[in-house]
């Protein structure tokens, strides 16, 4: 590592976490592509202090359980590449279940993605022997409410808080057989981030098999 770690590029990585990785945690995914980019041999920028880090920053981080089709990534390099060069060296070093799909260049300046994140598209397909109609009842039932209390554990405390405003769009549709296909649409924001899971709690879905995949992440930038 060269002892001047000033970034000369920002590269933004859009990547999917297929089956192969979906039960793996966030800090876990974070630790494979330090790996990734160590066997890539990308000169990657390190973050100051006593235990310096590669400097990269993952959008949005995955429940665990749950496949992402079109995740990002910032990645700050001391040396410079074009998007296709760093494609071609990160794609034999990627383990399975783990695909980079394209790249772009970005201003070392701009906005960290976290802070322009504004919400998040999920598909879920639950295996149900109950009607569409009964489910959609429900979904409209749910979008009406005023609120909707909630807890959930974080950082050792429960914390209380509201789903409701955190739902922008929630429809089911018919899938094959059983399947029963509902796509929502949460917010993602530095303000309060919705979970699938439990929407899928509170339609009374969440104990029938399901499997679940964020299909979009939308930045303040897509306007």
């Known amino acids: 590592m060269t002892s001047d770690q000033t970034p000369q590029q920002r590269l933004r990585l859009r990547f999917a976490k297929g089956e192969k990785m979906k039960y793996i945690s966030h800090l876990d995914l974070a630790r494979t592509w330090e790996r990734v980019f160590r066997r890539a041999g990308l000169s990657v920028a390190h973050s100051q202090g006593f235990n310096p880090r590669p400097r990269f920053q993952i959008a949005a981080a ?64 639950a295996s149900s022997p109950e009607t569409v109609e009964a489910i959609r009842t429900r979904v409209e039932a749910l979008m009406a409410l005023p609120t909707v209390p909630r807890q959930r554990h974080h950082k050792g405390k429960w914390q209380t808080y509201d789903l409701r405003p955190l739902i922008q769009i929630v429809t089911v549709e018919p899938g094959e057989g059983e399947k029963r296909v509902l796509t929502m649409r949460l917010q993602a924001s530095p303000q309060g981030a919705g979970r699938p899971d439990e929407v899928l709690d509170v339609l009374g879905l969440s104990l029938v098999p399901h499997r679940m995949e964020r299909t979009n992440l939308c930045f303040e930038f897509d306007k």
């Open 62 to 125: 995955l429940p665990v359980g749950v496949t992402g089709r079109t995740e990002l990534l910032d990645l700050w390099l001391l040396e410079f590449l074009t998007p296709e060069e760093m494609l071609e060296r990160l794609q034999p070093t990627l383990p399975r279940g783990l695909d980079a799909l394209d790249a772009v260049e970005v201003d070392l300046r701009a906005p960290s993605l976290q802070s322009q994140l504004r919400a998040a598209s999920y598909r879920v397909v």
